[in-house]
């Protein structure tokens, strides 16, 4: 089952109007999920992080320091790519966030 909606702040919130802000300050951005996972919601990136939002609801940030320069910018271009992102985080980096947000 695709990941259509997701719960922030208690209100439901589809893919065309996801519109939760980040504590850093930037938005988050849907993820195309072309290879149909259906796993990853959403995400944000900064120079040195990432954040992750899972259909599930969680939300976890990888940042350099706890994943590593090269996973995280791998992680980015999956990300944009809309294809991957959830693969390549359970084999290279799933313990190693930062923080696990909500």
Sequence with gaps: MQC???L???SAIGPAGFKHKLARGDMFKI????????????????????QVYFCTGDIYEYTYH???QQNIETMKR????????N????TFV?????SHIR
């Design 4 to 6: 259509v909606y997701f």
């Design 8 to 10: 922030i702040d208690s």
């Design 31 to 50: 993820y195309k999920d072309i290879d149909g996972e259906y796993e990853i919601a959403a995400y944000a990136y900064g120079p040195d992080w990432i």
């Design 66 to 68: 706890s994943a590593g």
């Design 78 to 85: 999956f990300a944009d790519s809309g294809e991957n992102l």
């Design 87 to 90: 693969l390549y985080i359970n």
């Design 94 to 98: 799933k313990k190693r966030f930062a």
